[in-house]
């Protein structure tokens, strides 16, 4: 018996009947008609010399044969896909699509967009904000921003500065609870998307930082830090803000962070993508913005007493 491939058609059409088990549906996906699909799948039987699928009366069926094909053909389409995409994109040094979590997107790279947007106006910049985990080879995004603890291997990666955190409210609330001491009173916010780090930075964490016995777990819960923050700035109580999330509301006044203690995790956010792509000159002019306009803020952090989370 021959090892020669069939066909690369004759592989689609089984492909796609497969795995809508319908002949008639995976000719319309194909743009054909069914005696044509029909066809391709026959002469890929009279290839292998014996039957892929079970013809009935209104419906096909696998045989064992088809049934140990098919995950094959599937996977090597989805990768041959990805490979043509991605041999495709190394010719667009204009079009660059990032993906980075929603809370980042909203409070910090959507306010300074407009600065990348007006130094590099060849560049179209399209943005995914989720947190689903990335596979470069077979997402169409060129960069992702990620949060964590993560170690990238296989990937070009860049970290940035650890993140720290402080308590923050508006002006008017800070006038209502002066002290740390007085958090114990105030209507505290917890940012729960923060939860997986380890050791934990939270309001417990913070309150054994600045030595007081207050282990808090009442108050409004957020599974997004924007969303945490953004209910600060409407006067909803004292959220524990992310240095990424609070510096722009910070800058214009709209929450103050009163005391001189903040908590620093390992976590940090890393700009990365494929190794290799960092050449490409949209890929390298974001990562060099995206890491000027993290170094441009960093003189904030002189403000506090930032504690790792690990020594208290």
Request: with cysteine; charged share 25%.
């Amino acid at each position: 018996m021959s090892d020669r491939l069939p066909p690369l058609t004759a592989l689609r059409a089984f492909d796609a009947a497969a795995r809508h088990m319908s002949f008639a549906q995976a000719a319309a996906e194909l743009n054909v008609t069914p005696a044509a699909l029909s066809f391709q799948i026959k002469s890929l039987e009279e290839h292998l010399g014996q039957p892929l699928f079970v013809r009935l009366n209104r419906a096909v069926e696998l045989t064992e044969a088809g049934r140990t094909l098919a995950p094959g053909a599937a996977q090597g389409f989805t990768q041959l896909t990805a490979a043509w995409t991605a041999t495709r994109r190394l010719q667009d040094n204009t079009t660059l699509t990032v993906t980075a979590g929603p809370a980042l997107t909203a409070k910090w790279l959507a306010p300074r967009l407009y600065e990348f947007a007006r130094a590099h106006p060849e560049i179209d910049l399209r943005f995914s904000a989720t947190l689903r985990l990335m596979d470069f080879e077979r997402d169409d995004v060129d960069v992702a921003i990620r949060f964590g603890l993560g170690t990238d291997d296989g990937l070009y990666s860049v970290p940035v500065r650890k993140e720290w955190m402080t308590p923050v409210m508006t002006p008017e609330m800070a006038e209502q609870f002066p002290t740390p001491h007085s958090l114990t009173k105030a209507p505290l916010i917890f940012d729960t998307s923060i939860d997986f780090l380890n050791p934990r930075c939270d309001w417990p964490a913070w309150f054994r930082a600045v030595r007081i016995d207050h282990n808090p777990t009442h108050g409004a819960h957020f599974s997004n830090a924007d969303h945490a923050i953004d209910a600060a700035v409407a006067g909803v109580g004292v959220a524990l803000g992310r240095r990424a999330m609070i510096i722009k509301d910070l800058e214009e006044g709209r929450l103050v962070a009163p005391f001189p203690v903040a908590l620093e995790t390992q976590a940090r956010f890393r700009f990365l993508c494929q190794k290799g792509a960092e050449n490409r000159p949209q890929v390298a002019a974001f990562r060099d913005w995206f890491v000027y306009e993290i170094e441009k803020t960093a003189h904030i952090s002189d403000r506090f007493s930032i504690i790792p989370v690990e020594d208290i």
